[in-house]
């Protein structure tokens, strides 16, 4: 039984710890693919070379969805907003640690002045976005396969628009 629960609460961590730093390689796919350049397969663990700086990213994005989902469990209209322009917030924050080499606080200060300038296109991407992933979430999480490279794509265009 403790093996057991040992095990899934390492999938668990690692998954946690894992799953950004996967996203961060998706945008380097991405970047490449928007330069026109084929994509490599070492693409998608070039994050790891720079394992600590996205680790450090990955938990101050972790945070912030945790600090969300704690004010969802407490006053649930109000957790939908703070998670709403949380993730407004943070939209652009792994293309900006990947594309431009920032670490977590030079991300999260980028982010905060593209917040500032524009918050309104932000917080209704996120919106849209966020459906978007909900309704890829409700056939037992499969749609997901389909709707999150999507969301990833989009970020990725918003991010180019913007830089």
């Not at 994509?39 to 945070?63: H, I, K, Q, T």
Request: with cysteine; aromatic share 12%; proline share 4%.
């Amino acid at each position: 039984m403790t093996a057991g629960i040992t095990l899934v609460a390492s999938l668990i961590a690692g998954t946690v710890v894992l799953a950004p730093v996967m996203v961060a390689g998706s945008f380097f796919v991405l970047g490449r693919m928007s330069r026109g350049d084929t994509p490599l397969l070492s693409d998608l663990f070039a994050p790891f070379a720079n394992f600590e700086r996205f680790l450090m990213g990955s938990l101050m994005w972790l945070g912030a969805q945790v600090l969300g989902l704690v004010i969802l469990g407490w006053n649930p209209p109000l957790g939908i907003a703070v998670g709403l322009v949380i993730n407004a917030f943070f939209l652009l924050f792994m293309p900006l640690m990947v594309h431009q080499g920032l670490d977590a606080m030079a991300a999260f200060r980028a982010c905060r002045e593209h917040f500032r300038r524009e918050w309104l296109m932000l917080l209704v991407l996120a919106g849209l976005l966020t459906v978007l992933i909900w309704v890829g979430a409700l056939v037992l999480l499969l749609g997901l396969i389909i709707t999150l490279p999507y969301a990833l794509a989009v970020i990725q265009a918003v991010y180019e628009q913007l830089y």
